[in-house]
């Protein structure tokens, strides 16, 4: 905790770092934090939407999937960089003490501003296709973008700690997030899950906090109390369990990096 | 915390590091064996790779303690060297002590802020600007911002970056980024500050520009461990040593006492020792495997005099053991403090091997211009221009007694080390009364 107060400095300027490295001598810069949603749910929205004619819960297509892929693609990018930030990072680790959890919990961080950024255009199609968010059910998004954080916190710290002893880490997480959307209620909604198998779908602690998203700003139904519970408990157990197993192997990094 | 404690600034502890080192795997002889091997490969993948960081009590071949029971106690202002031959553990004490790596044995306390210079730069990142990177620094070790900000101005003086601050640091050229590496390192104010060889970096005039600003941060009364190889800096910055050897404290003491029992120890069975030195640079096309002093009538000795003849042999063996041309051979000679005291070839002599058979040697006559003392001689050989063979501090020679001058006197070492051929006359004042000239000649 000390530690943390006197640090809290370097993961700012971290923070900038990642995000400067991430955009730099690219030609859209931050704009690829807009463009990736966005391209996304035209993916989507052709695909699954027209050709595949899956429900969305009587909204269009379109913005059922955004609202889904915009929480989504902030875990699926942040928990990516994270799993490589202690690899790549690997350098800096062998020479300089530091607490180790900064290194991914910078991506994470760093992160929510390209989630600021893509829930402001995910507000502008919702204004576009007449959806406009109401006040009870608004209410609801910063306890799930709480939720996100700490589920994204607790894979991300699984993952970094992970690869930097098994390399084969690196590619198993692109496919691990792959099966992972397919696992969650992003191109379909929750309500095509049969009612009795909803609290073993929701042991996934993304179903919770997605389909929340979707209630939150769309109102496609009730907000499901039990799925979102289910986020934060698994999201809890995913982050405490994550953070002691990153403790114990943090102190062998410098050896086995 | 006692009041007694309240002295010291660094207590190290029966401090101990264990690694394991990899061994080579077996091979199968038959298709069948190797195939089964290849199959099986995850299960032992896993297994090593696991096995780096979980060891068994007991002692098992491929583990290797790079430290081993190290201890001493520093007072807050005290200089420390620390010295040893290349993989006598003296970067893992410092990663230890930095808290990079964690101790398998033993503890390492210190008192206020630490800061350790591993290697310099480490954390720049190519496309922030200069300013931004000193930010990122600074913090990485340690600094708040606010800190970083009040001593910007003089970081950016003191790297002469003032115009190039604001542009990205892979624009840099070399020199400039290690100086604005070091101007961050030098302005971090810690009460423990721990660094290794980085004055190896930078051009002769930096180097001693950072020298300076590291006798500044020793005489400003904060606790440094320095780890060199540079002997003439520890020397003059520190005011007591260690001496690792194989993982285990060989010395402990005055910096000077320590510094002449390192070199003696490098003196001990030299000629046998060279064959098996690893740390070696070059392609190897030939390699010098023993260096011996003998006097005029071929007697090796290991104590000389100066004055005297005394012929260098070295021995080679070619690398694919056939003939070869075009071979220089440089050596050079430093004092025991480290300083470079001259380099001497056959490339500046002008003489020419020619070709040389795959083993022999090569013999450098010279008389001793060497007051007494212990003088370390490192070894370089090229072979038409490329640099075959590199030892650093191959051999020790010591000195002593007097054939220099004719009187069989001269001055001792801390009057210098070098004895000059020199002649002395008196002469005439041009306007002065006349009065008869004595001139008289000394030396050779």
Redesign the interface.
Known sequence: MHDLLTYRDFLYFLVRRDIRARYTQTVLGVGWAVLQPLLTMIVFSIFFGRLADIPSSGVPYPVFSLAAVVPWTYFANSAGYAANSLVSNQQILSKVYFPRFLIPASPIGGGVLDLAIALTILLGVMAGFGFFPTVPNVLLLPVLVLALVIVTTGVGLWLAALAIQYRDVRYTTPFLLQLWLFLTPIIYPLSVIPSDLRWLYSLNPMTGVIDGFRVALLETGAVQWSSLALSFIVGTVLLVSGARYFNRIERVFADIA | MSELDHRFAVRVTGLGKR?RIGLRFDREDSLFLTAARTLAAPVRN?RN??R??VFSDDEEPDVIWALRDVGFELERGEVLGVVGRNGAGKSTLL?IL?????PTTGTAQMRGR?A?L??IG??F?P??TGR?NV??NG???????REVAARFDEIVEFAELEQFIDTQVKRYSSGMYVRLAFAVAAHLHPDVLLTDEVLAVGDAQFQQKCLGRMREVAGSGRTVIFVSHNRSAVSSLCTRAIWLENGRMAADGAVDDVLARYHESLLVGTDAELVHRADRQGDGRIRIVGISFRDSSGERMQTATAGSEVDIVLAYESGNERPVRGVSVTLILDSATGHRLATISNDFSGEDFGELPPVGELICSLRLPLTGGTYVWSIKARVGGGLADRVMDAAVLSVDGSEFYPTRRAPDIQAGELLLDYRWAAAEATFARGRESNAGTIGR
């Open positions: 690694y896993f790779l696991r780096l960081r990663k930095s808290r990079v790596t964690e630490v350790s591993l290697e480490t954390g990142h496309d922030l931004e930010f990122l913090t990485m070790h340690g600094m708040t911002r």
